[in-house]
């Protein structure tokens, strides 16, 4: 990936430029009709935040866990892995227009119940003057490189954008593009402690219809804090593999959502073992237990009221274990909160559309908040 990325910078002038105390590279004007007189920045130059280790720890510098667990996790997680979810590049500017330039691990740009804006969109928001980000634009790409105008016409200002990369394709390489005219200033990754999310499709951010719209991206915004996604479509199911690898990283808190992958006897067999691997690593991190949404159609299913009863049966066990043994700091959070009484905030009874993220965040946010997040 090194040599790809050396071919393709070299064919571009570059100059260097001081931004948020760090010291960046970026290309020159634009030449062709294609973005024609802009002046490109390409984000691994200041960094992406979202990541949990290093560039120089992953394979691939979009990758979601580090180069080591290759082999270590089950391939299907390994692969899912290989998923921008939840990073985001942001940078200052006072452009009329932003464009992007980036290109997709896969040409599969869409699923049946999730859009492309969501499965390999790049998603903007720009930081208002009350200090409220905002969204702005989304990419409707329809090949797997994609260079286009994000956003034309923006009114005259100095604002913060922010770039959330696509939640169910990898992200090749990324680039903002600005008038030649314009100020651009690189804004380095925070370096607060994240919030740690290990879960399932949903945590990944099936169904949302952009990358900005899942319940993690949207509380990163309210708590203005780092999120490390490390939600694996189908495959959230409390691994001591996976495990090993949340406990590298430093969060401020850790949310395990995985019960929307899990029957009740894996729950009673993995998730206090989980919790205690955890707790081991770092002693003083709060985590929070969730149980998993109702589905839409439980009323009417069979089976699907006794999957809900047994799995959350089981995480209440682990959980209530846990505090007996002197556990602090351990939050719960039950799935009747996850979703509306309505049911009216899915896409296929399962994953939430965006009304049901927002409603997931909601839920979240006051445990969170007690858990010092």
Not at 273 to 298: F, G, I, S
Request: hydrophobic share 35%; charged share 25%.
């Amino acid at each position: 990936m090194l040599q790809a990325k050396l071919n393709r910078r070299q064919l571009l002038q570059r100059s260097t430029f001081t931004a948020a105390g760090i010291a960046v590279a970026t290309s020159s004007v634009a030449m062709g009709p294609q973005g024609a007189g802009m002046q490109w920045h390409d984000v691994e130059d200041w960094g992406i935040e979202g990541k949990g280790w290093a560039a120089g720890q992953t394979e691939k510098y979009f990758d979601r866990l580090p180069k080591k667990a290759k082999g270590d996790v089950r391939d299907a997680v390994w692969n899912l892995s290989r998923h921008s979810a939840g990073m985001l590049a942001r940078f200052r500017t006072d452009a009329d227009e932003i464009w992007v330039d980036y290109k997709l691990t896969s040409s599969k740009l869409a699923m049946p119940h999730m859009p492309a804006t969501g499965v390999s969109g790049v998603d903007l928001y720009a930081t208002d003057e009350s200090g409220q980000c905002r969204w702005v634009a989304v990419t409707r790409p329809a090949t797997q490189t994609v260079k286009t105008r994000l956003v034309g016409n923006l009114l005259p200002g100095t604002r913060e954008y922010t770039a959330y990369l696509p939640l169910y394709n990898g992200t090749e390489y990324l680039r903002i593009g600005v008038p030649g005219k314009a100020t651009f200033e690189a804004v380095a990754p925070r370096t607060k402690k994240p919030i740690v999310f290990y879960g399932t499709s949903i945590t990944h951010g099936a169904c949302a219809s952009r990358p900005g719209m899942p319940h993690p991206a949207i509380l990163g915004r309210r708590f203005q804090r780092p999120v490390v996604n490390l939600g694996f479509s189908g495959n959230g199911k409390m691994e001591t593999e996976v495990g090993k690898y949340l406990c590298e990283l430093d969060p401020v808190v850790y949310v395990i959502d995985c019960l929307p992958n899990m029957v009740g006897h894996e729950v009673a067999a993995r998730a206090e073992p989980l919790v205690r691997q955890l707790r081991k690593a770092r002693p003083k991190t709060p985590v929070l237990l969730v149980e998993d949404r109702t589905y839409a159609n439980a009323g009417f299913v069979r089976g699907a009221k006794k999957r809900h009863a047994d799995s959350r049966g089981a995480l209440r066990t682990a959980y209530e274990r846990l505090v007996a043994d002197g556990f602090e700091q351990i939050g719960y959070l039950e799935g009747e909160s996850l979703l509306g009484e309505d049911r009216e905030d899915t896409t296929d009874g399962s994953h939430p559309s965006d009304l049901g993220f927002y409603r997931h965040a909601n839920a979240m946010e006051d445990e969170l908040r007690k858990l010092g997040c």
